[in-house]
Nanobody, 113 residues
Framework: QVQLVESGGGLVQPGGSLRLSCAVS????????MGWYRQAPGKQRELVAS???????NYADSIEGRFTISRDNAAKTVYLQMNSLIPEDTAVYYC???????WGQGTQVAVSS
């Protein structure tokens, strides 16, 4: 059974940082392309960043330069390092195995003073 478990969300002040983790089980992680998505209240879910099995990365324009996606194949985990957070980054963040319908349960990120 494929499972994705996110962690690392929380409340942070503007300008702060968070590191999200997504632990994956039940599949051959190193062969999978992975993505981080977010959904803010009243908005559609959007792709934030993705990383291929060969670690090629892609970022949404709204976060480029502030967020970094990475993966550890030995740990079967994908990460999202988020720096210089702004209130507009407030959302539930989800990880996903790209080209599948496997999603994590989401982790809440709130950026507020």
């Amino acid at each position: 059974q494929v499972q994705l478990v996110e962690s690392g969300g929380g409340l942070v002040q503007p300008g702060g940082s968070l590191r999200l983790s997504c632990a994956v089980s039940g599949t051959i992680f190193r062969l999978k392309h992975m993505g981080w998505y977010r959904q803010a209240p009243g908005k559609q879910r959007e792709l934030v960043a993705s990383i291929t099995s060969s670690s090629t990365t892609n970022y949404a324009d709204s976060i480029e330069g502030r967020f970094t996606i990475s993966r550890d194949n030995a740990a079967k985990t994908v990460y999202l390092q988020m720096n210089s957070l702004i209130p507009e980054d407030t959302a539930v963040y989800y990880c996903k195995i790209e080209q599948t319908n496997y999603w994590g349960q989401g982790t809440q990120v709130a950026v507020s003073s």
